[in-house]
C-alpha cells in the first residue's frame, strides 16, 4: 500500500527535458503531491546527492508471458523500469480469432514463450489483461495488438493475400481489442505469417487504429540490404492514414549497410515535415536478439513452425536455403545462440554458429538448419554486425526514444535460462551513463518522451497529481552490469524506485511489493 514518504534533498529532473533543480518531492496514496520544500512526512528518505527522476517507461518489451511466469518484472524494474509495453513486433498474445488453434500461434510467438508453465487460455485480450492483473505485476503494464496472433487466426500461415472480409474479420478484433485498453497495434513483418501480409491489409488496419487515436508500431520488413524499403513502407502507411507512427529498434545490419539509418531518418524527418508523427526506438547496444527463424527466406516458413521445420530435413529445401545465406550481410562468427528450448543448460548455448561448425566439422548453415529442423523456433540468437556510429545517429535524433525490445526476468526462476541479450538488465543504466550527453534530455527519452508516443501522457513525468513512479539513482554508481557471457546481472546505482507510490526496490535490493497497475489506452 502506498504511504505518505518524502524524498528529501535530491537532485529534481522531472522528465520534460528541463533542467534538474534541488527539491523535496511529497507523495501520498500512489501521487505526486508536491515538489519543492518545507515539508514533512511519517516516512522521509534522505536523497541528498542522487538523482530524483520519473520511473522508465520501456514502450517496447516482450514480456507478454514472463510477467505471467514471475510478476515481479525483477530484471525490469531494477533497472528503474515502472512501466513497460508489451506486445511488441507482432509477437503479441491476441487478439485471436475465435475457433483458431492456439497451438500453431503460441508456436509463432515462441520467442515470448521462455516458461511452457504459463497457461495461455485467455480467449482475448480483455483475458490477457484480465489474467495478467490477476497475477499482480510489479510494474505497470500496457499492451499492444499483435498482428500476428492476429493475421494468422483469420487468414491462416500461407502466402496468401487477406480477402475483404478477412480484412474486415481483423478490422474487426483490433477494433474490439483497441476498446479493450490496447494502446495500438504492432506489426512485426519479418515474423511468419506477416511476411505475406500486403499493403491493404496494412492500410486498412491503420485506419482502425488512426480513427481511435493509437499508436501502429513497426518491426519493419528488413533491417539490412532492404531497410530504406522498408522504412519508407511504414511511412507510406503512416503518410496515407495519418495513424501516429513508431518505427522499432531502428538499425542498419550488415558493414556494408552502415550509414544507411541517416538516410532512413531522413525519410522520418521528410514525412514529419509534411504533418506525419512518426518516431523510433533504439536500445543503445551493437548486437540484437531474435529467433534463428527469422534467417530463414519467408517462403520457407509456409504454415507455421511445425510445418517448415520438419521440411527443413529435405535435402532440395536445405539446398535452397544454403543458395539464400551465399550473400548474407553477417557472418556466422556474429551470431551467437542464446537460448534453446532443450532441457538446461544446452551446451550449445553461449556458442557462435561458427564454433558449433568448427567444432562439428560442418559449415554454419548445417549446423544452422539442423537447429531449425529439430528446435523450430524455440532457439534464440544475439546478432551483432551493427555500426556505433549508426547507434549515436539514431540516439541523438529528435524523434528518438530509448526502449529496451527485452523482456522481464527472474534470474533465479524459469526465465532466467540462458545467455539472453543484457538489454533486458541494463538499457537504461548503459544508455545514462555511456550516451547521455545532456542529462534532462536523456531523461526525457526515458521517460515523458516514450510515455507520449504510446499515449500514457500521465506517465513518465514528476508533477503534482501524478502517479508516484520514481526512480532515484547515483549518477557516479550508475551502470549496466550485464554482459553479453554473463547477462543475469541487476544493474548498480539504482537505489530507490517506487511504483505507484510503493516502495518496490530500496537499497538495491527489492521489498516484495507488486504494485503495478495494467494501462489502457484512450481516444
Known amino acids: 500500500m502506498a504511504e505518505e514518504l518524502l524524498l528529501s534533498g535530491g537532485l529534481v529532473i522531472d522528465g520534460s527535458g528541463r533542467p534538474g533543480i534541488e527539491a523535496d518531492v511529497l507523495m501520498r496514496s500512489g501521487r505526486i503531491v508536491a515538489i519543492g520544500s518545507g515539508f514533512s512526512a511519517p516516512v522521509v528518505h534522505d536523497v541528498t546527492g542522487l538523482v530524483v527522476c520519473p520511473g522508465f517507461v520501456d514502450i517496447h518489451t516482450h514480456s507478454d508471458l514472463t510477467l505471467l511466469s514471475d510478476p515481479?518484472?525483477?530484471?525490469?524494474?531494477?533497472?528503474?523500469?515502472?512501466?513497460?509495453?508489451?506486445?511488441?513486433?507482432?509477437?503479441?498474445?491476441?487478439?485471436?480469432?475465435?475457433?483458431?488453434?492456439?497451438?500453431?500461434?503460441?508456436?509463432?510467438?515462441?520467442?515470448?514463450?521462455?516458461?511452457?508453465?504459463?497457461?495461455?487460455?485467455?480467449?482475448?485480450?480483455?483475458?490477457?489483461?484480465?489474467?495478467?492483473?490477476?497475477?499482480?505485476?510489479?510494474?505497470?503494464?500496457a499492451t499492444l495488438v499483435g498482428h500476428l496472433a492476429l493475421h494468422a487466426s483469420v487468414v491462416g500461415f500461407g502466402d496468401q493475400p487477406a480477402g475483404p472480409d478477412e480484412i474486415d474479420r481483423m478490422c474487426g478484433l483490433l477494433g474490439a481489442a483497441l476498446d479493450a485498453g490496447a494502446v495500438g497495434l504492432s506489426t512485426g513483418l519479418v515474423y511468419a505469417p506477416l511476411p505475406y501480409v500486403r499493403d491493404a491489409e496494412l492500410l486498412a488496419l491503420a485506419s482502425v487504429v488512426a480513427a481511435r487515436d493509437r499508436v501502429f508500431t513497426w518491426h519493419v520488413r528488413n533491417y539490412d540490404d532492404d531497410l530504406l524499403d522498408s522504412v519508407a513502407q511504414a511511412v507510406g502507411v503512416a503518410r496515407e492514414t495519418g495513424v501516429r507512427t513508431?518505427?522499432?529498434?531502428?538499425?542498419?545490419?550488415?558493414?556494408?549497410?552502415?550509414?544507411?539509418?541517416?538516410?532512413?531518418?531522413?525519410?522520418?524527418?521528410?514525412?514529419?515535415?509534411?504533418?506525419?508523427?512518426?518516431?523510433?526506438?533504439?536500445?543503445?547496444?551493437?548486437?540484437?536478439?531474435?529467433?534463428?527463424?527469422?534467417?530463414?527466406?519467408?517462403?520457407?516458413?509456409?504454415?507455421?513452425?511445425?510445418?517448415?521445420?520438419?521440411?527443413l530435413r529435405d535435402p532440395s529445401v536445405r539446398a535452397e536455403v544454403r543458395a539464400a545465406w551465399v550473400d548474407r550481410p553477417t557472418g556466422w562468427d556474429e551470431l551467437t545462440l542464446s537460448w534453446t528450448n532443450r532441457p538446461v543448460p544446452d551446451p550449445v548455448v553461449g556458442r557462435t554458429i561458427a564454433g558449433l561448425a568448427e567444432t562439428a566439422g560442418v559449415d554454419g548453415a548445417e549446423i544452422t538448419l539442423d537447429l531449425l529442423a529439430e528446435l523450430g523456433n524455440g532457439v534464440l540468437m544475439t546478432a551483432g554486425g551493427r555500426s556505433e556510429d549508426d547507434l549515436r545517429a539514431v540516439l541523438g535524433h529528435p524523434a528518438a526514444v530509448v526502449a529496451s525490445d527485452g523482456l522481464a526476468l527472474d534470474p533465479?526462476?524459469?526465465?532466467?535460462?540462458?545467455?539472453?541479450?543484457?538489454?533486458?538488465?541494463?538499457?537504461?543504466?548503459?544508455?545514462?551513463?555511456?550516451?547521455?550527453?545532456?542529462?534532462?534530455?536523456?531523461?526525457?527519452?526515458?521517460?515523458?518522451?516514450?510515455?507520449?508516443?504510446?499515449?500514457?501522457?500521465?506517465?513518465?513525468?514528476?508533477?503534482?497529481?501524478?502517479?508516484?513512479?520514481?526512480?532515484?539513482?547515483?549518477?557516479?554508481?550508475?551502470?549496466?552490469?550485464?554482459?553479453?557471457?554473463?547477462?543475469?546481472?541487476?544493474?548498480?546505482?539504482?537505489?530507490?524506485?517506487?511504483?505507484?507510490?510503493?516502495?518496490?526496490?530500496?537499497?538495491?535490493?527489492?521489498?516484495?511489493?507488486?504494485?503495478?497497475?495494467?494501462?489502457?489506452?484512450?481516444?
Do not use: M
Open 72 to 141: 515481479r518484472g525483477l530484471s525490469k524494474v531494477h533497472q528503474g523500469v515502472t512501466t513497460e509495453v508489451v506486445g511488441n513486433c507482432g509477437l503479441g498474445v491476441g487478439p485471436v480469432a475465435p475457433g483458431a488453434a492456439l497451438e500453431p500461434i503460441r508456436q509463432a510467438v515462441a520467442y515470448l514463450d521462455l516458461d511452457p508453465a504459463v497457461d495461455w487460455s485467455w480467449p482475448d485480450l480483455a483475458g490477457y489483461l484480465a489474467v495478467l492483473g490477476a497475477a499482480g505485476p510489479g510494474l505497470n503494464v
Open 246 to 311: 513508431q518505427i522499432s529498434h531502428l538499425a542498419a545490419v550488415g558493414r556494408r549497410n552502415w550509414g544507411a539509418v541517416r538516410r532512413a531518418l531522413d525519410l522520418v524527418d521528410e514525412a514529419n515535415a509534411d504533418g506525419c508523427d512518426i518516431g523510433v526506438d533504439i536500445y543503445p547496444y551493437l548486437h540484437g536478439n531474435a529467433p534463428l527463424s527469422q534467417l530463414l527466406p519467408a517462403h520457407i516458413q509456409e504454415g507455421g513452425p511445425l510445418v517448415w521445420a520438419p521440411r
Open 412 to 523: 533465479g526462476g524459469a526465465t532466467g535460462a540462458g545467455v539472453p541479450h543484457p538489454r533486458s538488465y541494463g538499457t537504461f543504466p548503459r544508455y545514462l551513463r555511456q550516451y547521455a550527453t545532456d542529462l534532462p534530455d536523456a531523461v526525457r527519452r526515458c521517460t515523458s518522451a516514450p510515455a507520449a508516443r504510446v499515449g500514457l501522457r500521465d506517465r513518465g513525468v514528476l508533477r503534482p497529481g501524478a502517479p508516484a513512479d520514481v526512480v532515484v539513482f547515483d549518477p557516479d554508481r550508475l551502470a549496466d552490469r550485464a554482459t553479453f557471457t554473463a547477462p543475469h546481472q541487476f544493474a548498480a546505482g539504482i537505489d530507490l524506485v517506487l511504483v505507484n507510490g510503493v516502495v518496490t526496490i530500496d537499497g538495491g535490493a527489492h521489498t516484495g511489493a507488486r504494485a503495478g497497475l495494467i494501462l489502457k489506452g484512450s481516444t
